[in-house]
């Protein structure tokens, strides 16, 4: 039986293990691994995973419940969206209310990459991941670990950065679990991300569009984008 750890940080007693690492390829994701950890997931968990920037925690984004201990599990002010990883465009489609260009030209450009869309929310995803703007920021990681464990999942899941809020980003599952450890079952530990910079944020409003956060696409890319 998978059972999920507490939120909040507890003194270690034989009730509640230490996390559990596990290794796992970046390159070819073990299958056993990605089952495993899809396991915690639909059960409503939340765990630790690399991607292509830093490592993030990821829960499904149609969980309430889940919802509610990633946001305690960070520290993060429930008026802030939690970002969702999706492992296609047409995956990340069906979570946007009346799809713009402007993120047809971006998303076929740039993903899989480090690039997060905000764009306008369907009403398949639950207020509460959206921090009740009703937007959602949507990424699909260069990343075969996060690919794989969203198709296990069946579904999309967050990408929040694995770190408590206002703290420094993790690159590794050893700086996840000096975080995190006593708050999540799982680490996926694939070494280092080797990440600098978060992914670059652009915010579309139909047609208009703007860079929220300069991060690892620079911004003379998007531009070129819409001028090629």
Not at 115 to 125: M, S
Not at 134 to 149: E, H, K, P
Not at 208 to 228: K, T
């Amino acid at each position: 039986m998978i059972v999920c750890r507490s939120t909040m940080a507890q003194p270690a007693t034989s009730e509640h293990l230490p996390v559990e690492v596990l290794k796992i390829s970046s390159h070819a994701p073990e299958r056993n691994v990605i089952e495993y950890a899809s396991g915690f997931i639909k059960r409503g968990c939340v765990i630790g995973i690399p991607t292509d920037t830093f490592y993030g925690l990821c829960a499904d984004p149609f969980n309430l419940a889940a919802i509610e201990r990633v946001f305690q599990i960070k520290g993060r002010p429930e008026t802030r969206a939690l970002p969702i990883l999706v492992n296609s465009i047409e995956q990340a489609v069906t979570l946007v209310r009346d799809v713009p260009g402007a993120f047809l030209t971006l998303a076929n450009k740039f993903w899989p990459g480090a690039l997060t869309l905000v764009v306008e929310a369907t009403h398949r995803l639950p207020l509460k991941v959206t921090g009740n703007s009703g937007r959602v920021a949507l990424r699909w990681a260069d990343s075969r670990i996060a690919t794989a464990l969203i198709e296990a999942v069946g579904g999309p899941v967050t990408g929040t950065s694995a770190n408590l809020s206002g703290h420094r980003s993790c690159t590794s599952a050893g700086q996840t679990l000096q975080q995190l450890g006593d708050r999540i079952p799982l680490i996926l530990d694939a070494g280092d991300t080797g990440g600098v910079l978060a992914s670059t944020i652009v915010r579309i409003d139909d047609e208009q569009w703007s860079i929220v956060r300069e991060g690892a696409l620079p911004d003379s890319e998007i531009f070129s984008a819409f001028n090629s």
